[in-house]
């Protein structure tokens, strides 16, 4: 702190960035707008941090907690266009469901008995349960004994038919029926468990701030890091949904869509 004046008199500060959270001591606080007044940028912390890495910080979301508040995604003119894309492209979505299931059907009876549809409970926006559909990915029983867990690279429990369908993402299409019924939107961090999001409550700070919007069938997590298999890992796809949250518009959707079309090109779906 004792250094910023001489700096700033420098002229070869272009940013200051800023690392404290809550009230800036008085100098601090005298030196930062002495910087600004300078023509110097002044950015806190986790703005550079989203800006850098596509993620909100969720380890100093104690000291910046307006970080955690989602943005303009909660407008109603950005709700009702998104409603509006989301019946339409669930309308397209069912009609292709249609046709592939006599196909999907076949290939998981070639692998051995079975359903065709999985349906799980989820939490879905303001923590309201809701029945999420899908086509089934694993064996039958999977987690009969161990409960509620998370997949794998290279589980067991997974098919070879059920790997083809996650690569693909194939097994997320029935979840257009959830779109259409409005329990689901296109676009939005994918809904969770009600026990791993209890799990996760306890361990990731601000965790169900994610309920604050629909989940959806993509998301800025889901484009931007590989399938979460541990706490840690899905804490990093939380810094993600955090930033879609804050950021949320017609164009990052449309932005997240273009980039699933590519994950999924690339048969690098988890």
Do not use: C
């Amino acid at each position: 702190v004792e250094a910023l004046p001489e700096l700033i008199a420098s002229g070869d500060l272009a940013t200051l960035v800023v690392v404290a959270g809550g009230a800036l001591a008085p100098d601090l606080q005298r030196h930062v707008i002495a910087a600004y007044e300078a023509g110097i940028r002044v950015v806190p912390m986790p703005v550079l941090y989203e800006g850098v890495t596509g993620r909100v910080p969720v380890s100093h979301a104690a000291d910046f907690w307006a970080t955690t508040l989602p943005g303009a995604g909660r407008d109603w003119d950005y709700r009702l266009a998104a409603r509006v894309r989301d019946i339409v492209i669930a309308i397209v979505g069912l009609a292709v469901t249609a046709i592939i299931v006599p196909f999907v059907a076949v290939a998981m009876r070639l692998h051995g008995p079975g359903p065709v549809f999985y349906r799980q409970v989820r939490l879905g926006r303001n923590g309201r349960p809701f029945t999420i559909w899908k086509f089934r990915s694993m064996v039958p029983d999977a987690e009969a004994n161990g409960g509620a867990q998370w997949a794998r690279l290279g589980d067991a429990r997974v098919p070879a038919v059920g790997r083809f369908l996650r690569a693909t993402r194939l097994d997320e299409f029935p979840q257009f029926w959830n779109v259409l019924r409005g329990e689901m939107s296109v676009v939005g961090p994918r809904p969770e468990r009600p026990e791993l999001v209890d799990r996760l409550e306890a361990a990731v700070p601000f965790y169900r701030v994610r309920l604050a919007v629909l989940p959806g069938l993509t998301g800025w997590a889901q484009v931007r890091a590989p399938y979460a298999a541990s706490e840690a890992e899905t804490l990093v796809k939380f810094e993600y949904d955090l930033y879609y949250l804050r950021h949320q518009s017609l164009y990052l959707d449309l932005l997240i869509m273009v980039k699933t079309l590519g994950v999924v090109a690339r048969f690098r779906g988890r």
